[in-house]
């Protein structure tokens, strides 16, 4: 019987796996944590950017017509707006594949819901309260209040 063998004994490769594997979990646990971290963080943004999208033309669309029915329905925006009383009404639909949009406007502090509701600019102040959310993760949610206002020239 020969005593001075050198090698590795089953159960010190067996110990071995056990702690590579242990590792190797952590490691991947830690790496799948952060892939979902920053697919969320994605997300968040470009909802963020639909979400200042909507509110930029909202305010154009408030400063330069004389009237405007908006309404929020089935994730989707719909603005009917006139430019002066000459011109006939156009439309303009907020919508989106991935995105759901929702409204909750408020006028001379009155909460009107989703609409549709009628807007005079010169005569209200209209703040809105603009909701986007992923339609695949209903958790991933922005929220952002603003406050139409109209620009007066001279000669109003």
């Not at 004994?9 to 979902?36: D, K, M, P, R």
């Not at 919508?95 to 989703?114: M, P, V, W």
């Not at 993760?137 to 603003?146: G, P, Q, R, S, Y």
Request: charged letters at 20%; a positive charge; glycine letters at 4%.
């Amino acid at each position: 019987m020969i005593r001075n063998e050198r090698g590795l004994t089953l159960i010190e490769v067996l110990v071995t796996l056990a702690i590579l594997s242990i590792i190797g979990v952590i490691i991947w646990n830690v790496f799948f944590q952060g892939y979902l971290y920053s697919k969320n963080a994605m997300s968040r943004n470009s909802l963020q950017q639909e979400a200042n999208i909507i509110i930029t033309n909202l305010k154009k669309i408030h400063q330069t017509n004389i009237n405007y029915t908006i309404s929020s329905s089935n994730c989707d925006i719909t603005v009917i707006y006139k430019k002066d009383q000459l011109t006939s009404a156009k439309t303009q639909i907020f919508s989106h594949s991935q995105i759901c949009y929702d409204l909750e406007i408020k006028i001379d502090s009155s909460i009107k819901g989703s609409g549709p509701v009628t807007i005079e600019p010169n005569k209200s102040d209209v703040i809105l309260k603009v909701k986007t959310s992923d339609r695949k993760n209903k958790n991933n949610i922005v929220n952002i209040d603003t406050f139409l206002y109209r620009m007066k020239g001279v000669g109003y």
